[in-house]
């Protein structure tokens, strides 16, 4: 395992690991993209996935947001995609202009041919996705100890959603199908997913890595019932067998996040299942979750990306009734936005919903948000505002 400086801001760690701090740290999901210019000059003319395969690339769009807002955010996430896992599977994944992520050849049922080699396929994780930890690596030895830098997957549900919508949905006819009609094969296949993502998170945290997220974005298309047969198992499988797998490879245990959007339902069963931070999407509210929550976990979130449109006196507003909600920030929570898309000023892609700044948004706004975080919850970073 590579050698990397001192850890300067631990504060998003320990406050994922249950400890009292001084104040909440702040990151935002997907944090790195499109809104920053500077994004697109280090682009260049590659496509989406050029940059996730070139460390190089991949890890300078990771620490662009860290230059540019500094001390305001006290995390950094990988530059990758949650779709890398499907590719490693053998099934091919296209990022379409205007459109968003495209399976040419989706899952069409238990019958097609391509679903017998996903689930015969031996999985080389490691060096099918040996360009992510390439650039995990290369992204913690230029952070020189900043900030910690999450690794991250999709959640199994949602990436059988992709696999078999070919690509986002609005009413998921496929996904509803095959679990109606086939649950058995879709658990097959699921099980399958979940193998891949334990395997792929043990490796990241082997390449630097020291705290993880899995994303659910799809969770919120489940029922009650079907999220419990579809989609808990699977995350409780991935909290349950990682830290296992990180023993074997001589590898400490990292704090791990789920993000489940839309399953407001489940909060009180993801707080039993071995994570230590649930995010919450911005539909639910803070003080209740707190309290469903009751010190079992960490809780992350969860401000409604949409007040980003609404200028400064609104975003104060909403900082300040967050901040309260959550107790303070003294412990118990990472604050965070509460979903859509970093694709800033530009037109977003359809139908794409993995997490973060929604459109059209300031980026100068963005950082008084950051600013108010700090100001609302009685604390100051030098040199930060």
């Known amino acids: 395992m590579a050698q990397f400086d001192r850890l300067q801001n631990d504060l998003l760690l320990r406050t994922a690991r249950g400890e009292k701090v001084e104040r909440p740290p702040t990151w935002v999901m997907r944090q790195a993209g499109r809104y920053l210019p500077e994004y697109h000059r280090a682009k260049g003319n590659h496509d989406f996935f050029e940059c996730c395969r070139s460390p190089e690339i991949a890890s300078t769009l990771t620490l662009q947001p860290i230059e540019r807002y500094g001390k305001l955010l006290d995390a950094a996430i990988i530059f990758s995609d949650i779709l890398v896992i499907p590719q490693a599977l053998g099934m091919t994944v296209e990022m379409v202009d205007k459109k968003g992520p495209h399976f040419p050849n989706p899952l069409d049922s238990p019958e097609d041919q391509q679903y017998k080699k996903v689930l015969d396929k031996d999985v080389d994780v490691e060096s099918e996705l040996r360009y992510v930890y390439e650039a995990i690596t290369l992204t913690r030895k230029k952070l020189a100890g900043r900030v910690p830098l999450f690794g991250f997957c999709g959640a199994p549900w949602t990436l059988l959603c992709y696999m078999v919508e070919g690509g986002g949905s609005k009413i998921f006819k496929e996904v509803k199908t095959w679990i109606y009609k086939w649950p058995t094969e879709s658990k097959k296949l699921l099980e399958k997913i979940t193998a891949v993502c334990i395997e792929y ?80 999407d911005w539909l639910q509210d803070p003080a209740e979750a707190m309290e469903i929550a009751n010190g079992r976990v960490v809780l992350q979130g969860n401000a409604d990306p949409g007040v980003l449109y609404g200028g400064r006196e609104a975003i104060t507003n909403v900082v300040e009734k967050m901040v309260k909600g959550f107790g303070g920030g003294k412990g118990g929570w990472i604050a965070n936005l509460g979903h859509g898309k970093v694709c800033i000023r530009l037109k977003i892609l359809s139908l794409i919903t993995r997490v973060g700044i929604t459109p059209f948004v300031d980026p100068d706004d963005f950082k008084w948000f950051l600013q108010e975080i700090q100001r609302a919850s009685g604390t100051h970073v030098n040199g930060s505002l």
């Open 201 to 280: 998170l043990a490796l990241q945290v082997q390449a630097g890595a020291q705290i993880l997220q899995v994303f659910d974005s799809w969770a919120g298309e489940l029922s009650p019932s079907t999220f419990d047969e579809f989609s808990l198992p699977y995350l409780k499988e991935i909290a349950g067998k990682l830290p296992k797998r990180l023993s074997e490879l001589g590898l400490t245990k990292v704090p791990m996040v789920v993000f489940a959007k839309g399953a407001w339902f489940a909060l009180d069963k993801l707080c039993q299942i071995g994570y230590d931070v649930v995010g919450l």
